[in-house]
């Protein structure tokens, strides 16, 4: 007679684990991609403002780009109100030539702070800068650009 085969008990638990682990496993893939989505979201808007306050500087008048934008803090629109602080930073060392430097900081809707100005104030403190070298504020979604004299 042939003996009597069958799934036992420990193959049935351990087929069980597997099958469980490698469902978490998917479900957790899935979350993971759901926040990733939500972050490049928000970075197309947040690129897209820095874009259009770039735009701004380059079509105000010289003379006056220094003065009136040194230093202006503003907020992307698209994004929950107090959640987002971009900075711009001008660079007059040569009367002919400005560089601006626009970065970019928001709180994305999982609560994560992307970039270095961690309170959202639009002042890079000594303990927000994660990179001392170089004293200005640094971000994922950062533009630098040069204003001539027309």
């Not at 003996?3 to 979350?31: D, H, K, M, Q, Y």
């Not at 690129?47 to 230093?71: C, P, Q, T, W």
């Not at 992307?76 to 430097?101: C, H, Q, R």
Request: net charge negative.
């Amino acid at each position: 007679m042939f003996p009597r085969r069958g799934i036992t008990l420990i193959e049935l638990a351990i087929t069980s684990a597997i099958i469980i682990i490698t469902f978490v496993a998917f479900l957790f893939g899935i979350v993971s991609c759901f926040k990733l989505a939500q972050v490049s979201k928000e970075s197309f808007f947040v690129l897209y403002s820095a874009s259009a306050k770039m735009e701004e500087i380059r079509g105000h008048n010289f003379i006056d780009v220094y003065n009136y934008y040194n230093g202006h803090t503003f907020e992307v629109a698209e994004l929950p109100a107090g959640s987002s602080k971009g900075t711009v930073t001008i660079d007059n060392s040569n009367p002919d030539l400005l560089k601006a430097y626009i970065a970019v900081c928001w709180r994305s809707s999982d609560g994560r702070v992307i970039g270095e100005d961690a309170n959202l104030d639009g002042i890079l403190d000594p303990a927000e800068d994660t990179n001392p070298n170089n004293n200005k504020m640094d971000s994922p979604v950062t533009l630098a650009s040069y204003v001539t004299r027309r």
